[in-house]
Every structure is written in C-alpha cells, then in structure tokens.
C-alpha cells in the first residue's frame, strides 16, 4: 500500500499578525505626542499654581500683614548691614517699648542729621536718662566705625528687626518697572484663566484609540 505524503497546511496568520504591528507601529508617535502634550499641560499648569501662590504669599506679607498684624517691613538699601542683612532684602520689624532696647539689637530709626533718613543697625551702645529718654549709638556690622552720631530714641516705641526675607526688595523694584507692570496687568488675569480652564476641562482620550488598545488586549 502506497502511503501519499501530506503536505502540511500554513497558518494563515502572517497577515493579521502584520497589520497589527502596522497599527502598532502607527499608534507610537501619536502615544509619543500625546504625552508630550500631557506633560506641557502639567508643567504649564503647576508654573502657574507656583506663581500665584508666590503672588498671594508675598501680596499678604507686604500689604495685608502690617494691617492685621504688628509689623512693619522695609527694604535695605546699602550694604552697610551686610552679611546679615544685604541690599535689596526686605526686613520685618516690629515694635518695642524704646526703654527695652539693648546693646546688640538691630533697629529701624531715623537718624538725627542730614535728612533724618531711616537705618537699620545694630546697637552698640546705650543710655537711660532720668527724664525717661533713650540716647543710642549704632553700628553697621559690614563698616569699620560706629555711626558718627548719637541718637535719641523718639516716643516710646522703638523698631526691632525680627526678619529678613532676602532679595524680595529687588523683585519689588521690578515690579514696579512699565514692561513688568504692564506684563502683570494683562498677564496675570490670562494666566489665571488658562489654569481655572485647565482644572475643568479635561480631554477624553479618542474612541478609536480605546477600541485599538482594547482590540490588543
């Protein structure tokens, strides 16, 4: 008996299997930009969480806070103070009674020549009168010498530097600019309409990128 030989049959799945990795291959830059888009959006809408929280922090700490706490905040303007207290940091005082004050404070007062402007520096020394008054004599830490004067404490309230929030003297000055003013006028509101949007509206992802991804599994 002659036994014929069969010739085995091929699966036909050459041609699924191909278009699938054609889809697949297709779906790839289209995941690619979708999560570079994904990524722009966290990244936009966190920068703008960032700035406006610094925005009310620093709006709270220089214009609501003396109103509804007790203290006053100023920017230093030279070095003389320095490494404690360097140009352009702003400085947090609050008051004292002025026959509280002590050899090595550091106070905001106005000096008594010139043109009265306001210091802020440490206090070297000290003297109590009889009548009441309190004569000082103060010393910037970064200059070789005492202050060429003695000054008398005025009223019964004295300033003392409790703080030093450094460099925000310097974005204050440049905020106050025209190009940033400006760019804060019509910026800040777009800024904050585009993350309020971002937070509500949310894409849904493609139907056909669903069923895709459902047809893998």
Do not use: C
């Not at 030989?5 to 699966?11: E, H, I, K």
């Not at 947090?92 to 520096?121: K, N, Q, R, W």
Request: aromatic fraction near 6%.
């Amino acid at each position: 008996m002659t036994t014929a030989l069969l010739a085995p049959t091929a699966l036909s799945t050459d041609a699924p299997f191909a278009s699938r990795t054609a889809r697949q291959l297709t779906r790839e830059p289209r995941r690619t930009a979708g999560l570079g888009k994904r990524a722009a959006g966290v990244a936009y809408r966190w920068t703008v969480r960032l700035v406006v929280t610094l925005a009310v922090l620093a709006f709270g700490v220089l214009a609501v806070g003396p109103h509804v706490l007790d203290y006053r905040t100023m920017t230093m303007l030279t070095g003389s103070m320095s490494p404690v207290i360097d140009p352009g940091d702003v400085t947090i005082v609050t008051p004292l009674p002025v026959d509280e004050v002590g050899v090595g404070m550091i106070i905001a007062y106005h000096i008594p020549i010139d043109d009265h402007h306001l210091v802020s520096h440490r206090v070297v020394t000290v003297e109590h009168s009889a009548d009441g008054t309190v004569t000082v004599q103060t010393k910037g830490d970064a200059n070789d010498a005492v202050d060429p004067w003695t000054a008398t404490l005025q009223g019964d309230t004295a300033y003392q530097v409790r703080a030093v929030i450094p460099a925000l003297g310097h974005v204050i000055e440049a905020l106050r600019t025209p190009v940033v003013s400006q760019a804060l006028v019509y910026g800040a509101p777009t800024l904050l309409a585009g993350w309020l949007l971002l937070s509500i509206w949310r894409p849904a992802a493609p139907a056909e990128a669903r069923n895709e991804d459902e047809a893998e599994l």
